[in-house]
């Protein structure tokens, strides 16, 4: 049988599959001979026993928890159940990937009557010992025995409430005392530590299924088959009186990045006061001032586990009595800015390569730099200020709770959700807000973790707002009064909270940004271009990196107003002369369209789509719209209405649209292809480069694409014929059915270039209609039938062995056709490692996500390699 426990000094940081991430580090700083409050691990192993024998703990697990806790006792000079003497557990979760708050951990393990009694006789510190007591019983009760947490925490209000007492530092041992004994009218625990401790680390294995850590889990894409471990570790007391406390600190700071150490603390309180963001915690400075050797001795060893990680740490540590003690190292969080900033400083201090530096930042950190930011010009009417926990300016309506926020975020508004403060049970309402703003907490509450995690902008800490959230209100410090669907404005950079919307700038980049790109564009080998239609968006597409236009939607030109009147006198002609004197008209608009596009795009690949949509889809649908066409064209409504209804069909993303247009409109093509090479020569003659790539798409077979090539080739020649300028153009194909996927070797003679329409492949391959699917992918994911929408992430499966399949066959025939994808995943991160792993020549996506597919691209790549 593999072992199941290990002690602290038995385990390193390299461990985290089996001993989970706080264990493998609990175990590292053993090593290290940090002042690590010993103990042991159980295996994130043992727990996948626990779920698949239905929740039953292995027979010998006592049995081999019970050796290392011997030696535990022997190390730390007491003995757990012993009231002369007594030695406490921390029963702590930790999963092999950081899930911050998300599971549960029970403190004060192994007190009762008697034992809280020995302690408070053994420490003469009463108080403390009841402080512990009240402590162990509220969490053993909400965790173990399923007594809502609050229920204690209203206790605790109403007995302050009543003595005139607000803080917890103001409440004596008897106060406690009192607490304690109205704690035992609501739960029963077992009085028998050993008894205790199994169904502790029991209820931590359960944990691993709290809805809170399921949602946390899928969000980002966690397997469920992982499991927790369980630390079991000596309690240390930051509770013991004012020469204790307990802290969090970062190495840097964690949302700046700035190269300054960071940290806050709380005198007199146990860790869980200072992570639940229920008292607004001091800079780390005031334990300096305090206690400066304990700060020294934090200092160093904050430094010395940086250089050790070779990342930005996030550290939990505990004053007892004036004495130093680590609890937790782990990779901090951080903002997307902050990422980039460490990862770039990092290679400037030679602490990490520039290939390491790439898999620093995540497809979200990138998003920071995208993020709009509060016009400081426009700044007015700020009511609070509190603490810029999570970057970004966000505007939306006041809701106080997260099942509000969830309602009025389905309905399409923007919500900012205002809590006293937040707990994992609101992660629902966090994940749909545009922004967060809670009274209490520091920059190291849950709130302020887990908004900057998500990119979400946060606010924590605004003590000059006072959250009523049972009355849905809100007052300021000033006087103003804020209600539920009331609209704000969060800074998240400056924790300003404004009335109104406040207008916003776009996101900008940094220096720092910059050369991680530039690192990307070194390491990658795929390219990436954008999918646009307008100048305005290829000109952005080009400032943010794209390397060519990989898919022109000519159709998205035909939808402004005083086109969509020609395009659909074209789509109504019933004779072919009535149609050439539209298309004649829609060919200059087309033509001027181009020639933006191929000036802005200077000398890179333009990929034109020819005409995809069914053409009904052009045409009005209400009789209003129906009858000011039929006076525009000059036609009796009646026909309007009869050629409408004749090109309606009853499954349009499967009829009359895509190359088979071409086939029976050939003219619309000839149109579009006029239009692109007229384009084109004009450019040159301004002296601009244009490299048209005409893309044909929803091809079957190779037949088709021959037909349509000859138009186009047809057109070019009579379009350059005499003009004495020539233009390099290719003709390609998009690869978009199954069909054309599966006759790939048939369809590549008469190519240059492929490109996978990812959306329509999707769509075909698992015959769920992309406009519908909406309604029961929901389900599919809930049920666990599919783990990922797979028109947000590619079927590697399916979808991506067609593509594989298609590349194969089509490279075997010919040796030079470029290979792209131009569907939404070619955004997708995960996708586009697919993509290269396929050995695809570009990836095409939304201007927007150009900069995170150039890292991704280049992390697919580093990955491959390796990263140094
Ligand atoms: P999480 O994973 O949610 O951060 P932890 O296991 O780190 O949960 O526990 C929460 C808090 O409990 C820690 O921040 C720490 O302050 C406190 N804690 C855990 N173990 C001990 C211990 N052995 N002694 C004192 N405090 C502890
Ligand atoms: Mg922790
Ligand atoms: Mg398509």
Same mark, same amino acid.
């Given at each position: 049988?593999?072992?199941?426990?290990?002690?602290?000094?038995?385990?390193?940081?390299?461990?985290?599959?089996?001993?989970?991430?706080?264990?493998?580090?609990?175990?590292?700083?053993?090593?290290?001979?940090?002042?690590?409050?010993?103990?042991?691990?159980?295996?994130?192993?043992?727990?996948?026993?626990?779920?698949?024998?239905?929740?039953?703990?292995?027979?010998?697990?006592?049995?081999?928890?019970?050796?290392?806790?011997?030696?535990?006792?022997?190390?730390?000079?007491?003995?757990?159940?012993?009231?002369?003497?007594?030695?406490?557990?921390?029963?702590?979760?930790?999963?092999?990937?950081?899930?911050?708050?998300?599971?549960?951990?029970?403190?004060?393990?192994?007190?009762?009557?008697?034992?809280?009694?020995?302690?408070?006789?053994?420490?003469?510190?009463?108080?403390?010992?009841?402080?512990?007591?009240?402590?162990?019983?509220?969490?053993?009760?909400?965790?173990?025995?399923?007594?809502?947490?609050?229920?204690?925490?209203?206790?605790?209000?109403?007995?302050?409430?009543?003595?005139?007492?607000?803080?917890?530092?103001?409440?004596?041992?008897?106060?406690?005392?009192?607490?304690?004994?109205?704690?035992? %009218?609501?739960?029963?625990?077992?009085?028998?530590?050993?008894?205790?401790?199994?169904?502790?680390?029991?209820?931590?294995?359960?944990?691993?299924?709290?809805?809170?850590?399921?949602?946390?889990?899928?969000?980002?894409?966690?397997?469920?088959?992982?499991?927790?471990?369980?630390?079991?570790?000596?309690?240390?007391?930051?509770?013991?009186?004012?020469?204790?406390?307990?802290?969090?600190?970062?190495?840097?700071?964690?949302?700046?990045?700035?190269?300054?150490?960071?940290?806050?603390?709380?005198?007199?309180?146990?860790?869980?006061?200072?992570?639940?963001?229920?008292?607004?915690?001091?800079?780390?400075?005031?334990?300096?001032?305090?206690?400066?050797?304990?700060?020294?001795?934090?200092?160093?060893?904050?430094?010395?586990?940086?250089?050790?990680?070779?990342?930005?740490?996030?550290?939990?540590?505990?004053?007892?009595?004036?004495?130093?003690?680590?609890?937790?190292?782990?990779?901090?969080?951080?903002?997307?800015?902050?990422?980039?900033?460490?990862?770039?400083?990092?290679?400037?201090?030679?602490?990490?390569?520039?290939?390491?530096?790439?898999?620093?930042?995540?497809?979200?950190?990138?998003?920071?730099?995208?993020?709009?930011?509060?016009?400081?010009?426009?700044?007015?009417?700020?009511?609070?200020?509190?603490?810029?926990?999570?970057?970004?300016?966000?505007?939306?309506?006041?809701?106080?709770?997260?099942?509000?926020?969830?309602?009025?975020?389905?309905?399409?508004?923007?919500?900012?959700?205002?809590?006293?403060?937040?707990?994992?049970?609101?992660?629902?309402?966090?994940?749909?807000?545009?922004?967060?703003?809670?009274?209490?907490?520091?920059?190291?509450?849950?709130?302020?973790?887990?908004?900057?995690?998500?990119?979400?902008?946060?606010?924590?800490?605004?003590?000059?707002?006072?959250?009523?959230?049972?009355?849905?209100?809100?007052?300021?410090?000033?006087?103003?009064?804020?209600?539920?669907?009331?609209?704000?404005?969060?800074?998240?950079?400056?924790?300003?909270?404004?009335?109104?919307?406040?207008?916003?700038?776009?996101?900008?980049?940094?220096?720092?940004?910059?050369?991680?790109?530039?690192?990307?564009?070194?390491?990658?080998?795929?390219?990436?271009?954008?999918?646009?239609?307008?100048?305005?968006?290829?000109?952005?597409?080009?400032?943010?990196?794209?390397?060519?236009?990989?898919?022109?939607?000519?159709?998205?030109?035909?939808?402004?107003?005083?086109?969509?009147?020609?395009?659909?006198?074209?789509?109504?002609?019933?004779?072919?002369?009535?149609?050439?004197?539209?298309?004649?008209?829609?060919?200059?608009?087309?033509?001027?369209?181009?020639?933006?596009?191929?000036?802005?795009?200077?000398?890179?690949?333009?990929?034109?789509?020819?005409?995809?949509?069914?053409?009904?889809?052009?045409?009005?649908?209400?009789?209003?719209?129906?009858?000011?066409?039929?006076?525009?064209?000059?036609?009796?409504?009646?026909?309007?209405?009869?050629?409408?209804?004749?090109?309606?069909?009853?499954?349009?993303?499967?009829?009359?649209?895509?190359?088979?247009?071409?086939?029976?409109?050939?003219?619309?093509?000839?149109?579009?292809?006029?239009?692109?090479?007229?384009?084109?020569?004009?450019?040159?003659?301004?002296?601009?480069?244009?490299?048209?790539?005409?893309?044909?798409?929803?091809?079957?077979?190779?037949?088709?694409?021959?037909?349509?090539?000859?138009?186009?080739?047809?057109?070019?020649?009579?379009?350059?014929?005499?003009?004495?300028?020539?233009?390099?153009?290719?003709?390609?194909?998009?690869?978009?059915?199954?069909?054309? %996927?599966?006759?790939?070797?048939?369809?590549?003679?008469?190519?240059?270039?492929?490109?996978?329409?990812?959306?329509?492949? %999707?769509?075909?391959?698992?015959?769920?209609?992309?406009?519908?699917?909406?309604?029961?992918?929901?389900?599919?994911?809930?049920?666990?039938?599919?783990?990922?929408?797979?028109?947000?992430?590619?079927?590697?499966?399916?979808?991506?062995?067609?593509?594989?399949?298609?590349?194969?066959?089509?490279?075997?025939?010919?040796?030079?056709?470029?290979?792209?994808?131009?569907?939404?995943?070619?955004?997708?991160?995960?996708?586009?490692?697919?993509?290269?792993?396929?050995?695809?020549?570009?990836?095409?996506?939304?201007?927007?996500?150009?900069?995170?597919?150039?890292?991704?691209?280049?992390?697919?790549?580093?990955?491959?390699?390796?990263?140094?």
């Amino acid at each position: 049988m593999a072992k199941r426990v290990y002690l602290f000094s038995e385990g390193n940081k390299d461990d985290r599959e089996l001993l989970g991430g706080k264990g493998a580090n609990l175990c590292e700083m053993t090593t290290l001979g940090l002042p690590v409050p010993f103990g042991f691990v159980i295996t994130t192993d043992t727990c996948r026993e626990y779920f698949h024998s239905g929740n039953k703990l292995p027979g010998l697990l006592e049995q081999e928890y019970r050796v290392a806790l011997d030696l535990v006792e022997k190390k730390m000079g007491a003995r757990f159940g012993d009231p002369e003497n007594p030695l406490l557990f921390s029963v702590r979760s930790g999963a092999p990937v950081s899930m911050p708050g998300m599971m549960d951990t029970i403190l004060n393990l192994g007190l009762n009557d008697e034992i809280a009694a020995g302690l408070a006789a053994k420490t003469g510190n009463p108080r403390f010992a009841y402080d512990s007591y009240r402590r162990f019983i509220g969490m053993f009760a909400d965790v173990v025995m399923g007594v809502p947490g609050e229920k204690f925490e209203h206790e605790i209000e109403k007995y302050k409430a009543a003595h005139g007492k607000t803080l917890d530092v103001e409440m004596s041992a008897e106060d406690w005392q009192a607490i304690i004994a109205t704690y035992k %009218t609501l739960v029963q625990f077992p009085e028998d530590p050993f008894v205790q401790l199994k169904l502790a680390v029991e209820a931590v294995f359960k944990s691993w299924h709290t809805p809170r850590a399921n949602i946390y889990r899928e969000m980002n894409n966690i397997p469920d088959t992982m499991g927790t471990a369980v630390c079991v570790q000596a309690m240390v007391f930051g509770n013991f009186g004012d020469d204790s406390g307990s802290g969090v600190a970062f190495t840097r700071n964690p949302s700046t990045g700035e190269h300054s150490f960071f940290g806050e603390f709380l005198f007199n309180a146990a860790g869980e006061d200072v992570v639940a963001g229920i008292r607004t915690p001091l800079p780390v400075a005031a334990l300096q001032e305090r206690q400066p050797e304990v700060y020294d001795e934090l200092f160093k060893t904050q430094a010395m586990l940086e250089k050790h990680y070779r990342d930005m740490q996030d550290l939990e540590f505990t004053v007892q009595e004036g004495r130093f003690y680590m609890l937790q190292t782990r990779s901090g969080k951080r903002t997307g800015r902050a990422a980039v900033k460490i990862a770039v400083d990092m290679v400037g201090e030679g602490l990490i390569s520039e290939r390491e530096a790439l898999l620093r930042v995540s497809p979200e950190h990138v998003e920071a730099f995208l993020h709009p930011t509060v016009d400081p010009e426009a700044k007015t009417d700020i009511i609070a200020t509190g603490l810029p926990a999570s970057p970004g300016g966000a505007t939306g309506e006041v809701v106080f709770s997260a099942d509000e926020a969830e309602e009025v975020a389905a309905k399409g508004r923007s919500v900012i959700l205002v809590r006293r403060e937040t707990t994992p049970e609101d992660i629902h309402g966090m994940k749909v807000a545009a922004g967060i703003l809670t009274e209490l907490g520091g920059m190291t509450s849950h709130a302020a973790v887990v908004a900057r995690g998500m990119g979400v902008c946060a606010i924590t800490g605004c003590g000059s707002l006072h959250i009523n959230v049972a009355e849905g209100i809100a007052h300021s410090h000033d006087g103003i009064t804020l209600k539920r669907g009331d609209v704000i404005t969060l800074d998240g950079s400056t924790g300003e909270v404004m009335l109104g919307d406040i207008p916003k700038i776009a996101a900008s980049s940094s220096d720092d940004f910059q050369t991680l790109l530039s690192w990307a564009d070194k390491h990658r080998k795929l390219k990436v271009r954008a999918n646009a239609e307008t100048p305005e968006d290829a000109a952005r597409a080009r400032e943010l990196g794209a390397e060519g236009i990989g898919l022109c939607r000519t159709e998205h030109m035909f939808f402004e107003a005083e086109r969509i009147e020609k395009m659909r006198a074209m789509i109504l002609s019933e004779t072919s002369a009535e149609r050439q004197k539209y298309l004649e008209e829609l060919l200059v608009f087309q033509r001027e369209d181009m020639l933006e596009l191929f000036k802005v795009m200077d000398g890179l690949p333009v990929t034109i789509r020819l005409l995809d949509p069914p053409l009904h889809e052009f045409l009005p649908h209400t009789e209003e719209d129906m009858r000011e066409l039929a006076e525009a064209v000059g036609k009796p409504l009646e026909t309007v209405r009869e050629i409408t209804e004749s090109l309606s069909e009853v499954n349009p993303m499967l009829g009359f649209r895509g190359c088979r247009l071409s086939i029976v409109y050939p003219e619309i093509t000839e149109m579009q292809v006029k239009a692109i090479m007229g384009a084109a020569v004009e450019a040159t003659r301004q002296g601009y480069k244009a490299r048209p790539e005409i893309m044909i798409p929803l091809v079957v077979n190779v037949r088709e694409i021959r037909m349509i090539t000859e138009i186009i080739d047809r057109g070019a020649q009579e379009v350059l014929r005499g003009t004495g300028i020539s233009v390099p153009y290719k003709v390609g194909t998009m690869m978009e059915t199954p069909r054309a %996927t599966l006759g790939a070797d048939r369809l590549a003679p008469a190519v240059e270039f492929m490109s996978f329409g990812t959306n329509d492949l %999707t769509q075909m391959t698992y015959g769920f209609s992309r406009d519908d699917a909406g309604k029961f992918i929901p389900d599919y994911l809930d049920k666990k039938l599919i783990d990922s929408d797979p028109f947000v992430s590619l079927d590697q499966r399916a979808v991506g062995r067609l593509m594989e399949m298609a590349v194969e066959d089509s490279r075997r025939v010919k040796k030079n056709i470029k290979y792209g994808i131009c569907g939404e995943h070619g955004g997708d991160p995960r996708s586009i490692r697919f993509c290269h792993r396929l050995g695809l020549d570009y990836v095409s996506c939304s201007p927007f996500r150009v900069p995170i597919a150039r890292i991704a691209a280049a992390q697919a790549r580093v990955e491959e390699v390796g990263d140094d």
